[in-house]
Each structure stands twice: as C-alpha cells, then as structure tokens.
C-alpha cells in the first residue's frame, strides 16, 4: 500500500507496524529509530523553548510531518486518524486538493498576497460565496467586516459593533461560553475571572443549573433571563448586545435547544437588543446545516465566523445587518485582514461544503456516531453522557462508583434529600455523577495509543470531542467509534466499579 492509500484509509499505526515487523530489513529498523529519535529531540526542544501556555503539544506529544484528509503522519511514522482538526477549522481535512489547487492559482497568479482591507477578486470572489451561504433575511441586508485573523478579534469587533450601534456597554452570555482568549472574548467567557459581563444559564440536560434537565429546564433558563432584564432592581441595564454559541463547544459540546433559541432571539428582538451568534466553531457544516443557528430558523443580528471559513488558514468575519455599520472609519482594523491566501482557501471550502452537500453528510453521519457511542455508554458506567449535533459530538466521563449526584460534589447535586421532589422533581435516572477529567484524560492517551486524536473539553477537562473532518468516510468513522471503544474499554479495566474488568469490542466479538 502506498503512502496516498494508506494515508486516505487511515490504516491502523498497531496493525501496520505488527504487520511489517517481520519483513523489515536492518536499514528499515534503523531508519525508524532514527526518526522516532528525531522526533524526541523536537519535542525535548519544543518544550525547552516555548511557553507554558501551550495546551495542545501536552496532550498529544507527535510531531506532524504529512497529513492527508483525515489522516497524519508522525515524523516517527506513525499514522493516526485525526479527530482534532484544528479544533474544527478543517472542514474538508488536511490538505484537501480543492485548498491546494486554491492557494496555488493565487501563487502563481502574480497577486498581491497582502492587501490591507483593498479590494481585489480573490476577496471579492469570498464575499460572493460567503453571503450566498448566509441565514435567509441576513444574507439581503448583509455588511461584512473583516478582522484580525482569528475568531477572537472577530467577537471583540462584534461587541464594538453593537455599543456603537446601541449606545450601551453592557453584554450578556452564557455559563459554559467560550469566546476567545483576548481581553473582552475571555471577559464573555465561562471561564472568566475578572467578570464584566453579565451571566446567564444555559440549558444543559445532562447538568441542568436548575436540576432539571428537558424542556422545563430551558424554560428556567428563559424565564431567568426575561426577568434580569425586566426586573427594575436586578442591577442589569438593558444591554449593547447578547452572544450565544448554538452549540458549546469548549463547554462541553451542548446543543443549544431550537426552541430555547428562538425564545432568546424574542427576547432580544422585542428589547431592541442585538443577538450575537458566534459561529467560529459550529459553522460551514459542521452540525449538520451551514449555519448552525440554521436548525432553529433564527436569523440573528450579528455572525462571528472563524475556523473553517479560512479553508485552514487565518480568517475572521464579521457579519451583520446593515443598519449597525455605524462605525467610522477605521473604527476595527488590523494589519492582516486582508489574507488573500486565506480567502481563496475559504472560497473553495464554502463552495465544495455547498456543492456537494457535506453539511446534510454531517446530519446523517453524526447522528449515526452518536447513536453507536451512546450503545456504548450503556456499557460502561463511566460514560455519563453522549452528546453532539452533527459531527461536532461529545463523551461524558464521569466517576463511576459514586452515586449519582451524591458526595457534595460541585456539580448540580440531584438526589438531596433537603429537596422536595415534588417542587424539583430533577431528571429521569436522578442526574449527572461527579466528573472524571482523570479518566477523560486517561481515555484521549489510550485513543492516541491506538492512532486516534481527540480533544478534551467541558467541565474540569471531562469531555471527549470529536471534531472529524465533513470528508470522513464510513470506514473512517466506524474506525473512530471502534479506536474509541477500545481506548475506553481499556481505561475501565482499571476503573470500574463493579470490581470485574469489561471486555473489550474485540473480546466482545471473538
């Protein structure tokens, strides 16, 4: 099999070197040392020289060297099945020939690669297939602003877009956001610590603020925010503007109810409050329509894009109605808004995602990964919960010898028995076990132990995330669920609480 075929199939790292280790010469087992010994001396250099705020590289200590689709290659050759995708800015995986046919006209084209915010073609030709993918009423009355070229200063051009067009400064988000790490993105986020932003709840079945879970649940959280804003003595102003992700994605992959979401956008459209949806990680497929506030029919104010729409490369928008763009002139700016390579790598992406229907793929792919992992839940009690819309999905791991909601743990504790149950009833089963951010980060090593690359997210770090390439295969995804299965199987020998070990898929089946 040559390196293309293996690289598209996503052949196991375990099988392959079983496989070739009995016909290898000397020179090959010399040249694999070699490498594996180059690679551990860039990662002894890697975390020598650079700083302690790197995450990812702790995680998962590979040294990309090729990657193709949603496979990458190791500079010790090993392969793996990439379920990370730049934290979901490869919609169509890694060098996709759409991107690279892209990138390279512009190359040899003779084109300025840095424009400032001029016009040229390759922009114009990005601004064309980014409003023919909008939200219907938005796409009509569209201004777009380009940005920094990351989410992060897209969120921060939002939130001066709206106190601009409000004359108000105060914002409001979510418990569980995640915005960006720079000043007034981190201040919106859940994990803020110098807090100038009102807070709201957001509706969570599994860990529900209210301990109910459902749809009584959302409607807690609706009722909540309706009264902060009405209530003349909550000490809430009446806002610049709201944000919202349709799905959270760092805070632990939680869908956003449809019906909650068209409940905030009545409230902020009947208080003349503009609402904000940050799409950076949900859009261009991703959870199954283009758009993720697509699923609720909400047509919001504002978009803040990222990720995906710089088809891998660094890219920002903003979006939003007409009769906001009050700014003057030069009111956001930034030196590298102008990314021709990015908008032509963009363009391509928007338009294949369209064209070939990847966003109905997701639906349909993800929904049939969700139903195998939650048979799978069902299995081993450490898994407290299977979430996700399209391919944007999330495994729960929590403690599996304490009951459910007991021992004081901070997590929302269904069960007191302080509580009447016929005022909170809570969910059906009693409610969500502590967290396991240990077992969750013991499943991620023995998923890349087995050629699989995931992320952890959520609470306490106790969400696996799975945020595979809209080109995944069936096999491929099969792959996914199977690698995952195991690496989970594996970690609950260890961990369980019955005492006794669970089989693993494959002792399972022989």
Request: glycine content about 12%; some cysteine; hydrophobic content about 40%.
């Amino acid at each position: 099999m040559g390196l293309r075929e293996s690289m598209e199939t996503g052949e196991c790292t375990g099988e392959r070197e079983e496989s070739r280790a009995s016909t290898e010469t000397e020179a090959e087992i010399d040249a694999r040392a070699s490498s594996r010994r180059a690679q551990e001396g860039i990662l002894r250099r890697q975390s020598a020289r650079e700083s302690a705020a790197r995450t990812y590289a702790r995680a998962l200590p590979i040294v990309p060297v090729r990657a193709r689709g949603m496979t990458i290659e190791g500079a010790d050759g090993r392969r793996y099945l990439d379920c990370l995708s730049g934290a979901g800015t490869l919609a169509l995986g890694h060098n996709h020939p759409v991107v690279l046919e892209a990138i390279r006209k512009v190359l040899d084209s003779g084109a300025p690669l840095h424009v400032l915010d001029l016009a040229t073609p390759v922009k114009d030709a990005f601004i064309t297939e980014l409003f023919r993918t909008l939200p219907p009423g938005l796409a009509d009355r569209a201004r777009v602003q380009f940005c920094g070229p990351a989410g992060t200063d897209a969120v921060e051009a939002a939130f001066k877009l709206v106190r601009a067009a409000t004359g108000r400064a105060g914002m409001l988000a979510f418990t569980g956001a995640y915005h960006g790490m720079t000043a007034g993105s981190l201040g919106a986020s859940g994990h803020a610590t110098d807090v100038r932003v009102t807070r709201l709840p957001f509706p969570h079945d599994y860990r529900c603020p209210f301990g109910m879970g459902g749809e009584r649940g959302a409607e807690l959280a609706a009722r909540w925010t309706e009264s902060l804003l009405d209530d003349t003595k909550s000490g809430v102003p009446l806002p610049a503007g709201m944000i919202l992700e349709p799905v959270q994605g760092e805070g632990g992959v939680i869908p956003a109810p449809d019906a909650w979401l068209r409940r905030m956008r009545r409230i902020t459209e009947s208080r003349s409050i503009p609402l904000i949806a940050d799409e950076i990680q949900t859009g261009v497929g991703r959870t199954g329509m283009f758009w993720a506030v697509e699923h609720s029919g909400v047509t919001p104010d504002v978009m803040v894009m990222s990720k995906a729409i710089g088809g891998s490369l660094p890219l920002a928008v903003v979006v939003y109605r007409d009769d906001l763009d009050v700014w003057e002139p030069g009111a956001h700016a930034g030196t590298f808004r102008g990314n021709q390579l990015a908008m032509a790598a963009g363009t391509a992406t928007l338009t294949y995602v369209r064209e070939h229907g990847l966003a109905d793929r997701a639906a349909t792919l993800g929904a049939c990964m969700l139903a195998q992992l939650r048979q799978l839940a069902a299995e081993f009690p450490m898994i407290g919960d299977v979430r996700g819309r399209g391919l944007m999905i999330g495994v729960e791991l929590v403690e599996p010898g304490d009951e459910r909601g007991a021992g004081g743990a901070p997590d929302v504790a269904y069960g007191d028995p302080g509580t009447d149950p016929e005022i909170f009833p809570g969910p059906v089963g009693g409610g969500p076990r502590p967290a396991a951010p240990e077992l969750a980060a013991s499943v991620q090593r023995e998923c890349l132990r087995r050629g699989l690359i995931v992320e952890l997210g959520g609470r306490r770090a106790s969400v696996v995330r799975l945020l595979p390439p809209l080109t995944i295969s069936d096999e491929q995804a099969a792959a996914v669920v199977d690698r995952l299965a195991d690496a989970v199987a594996a970690v609950a020998r260890g961990h369980t609480d019955s005492g006794s070990p669970h089989a693993t898929p494959s002792e399972r089946a022989g």
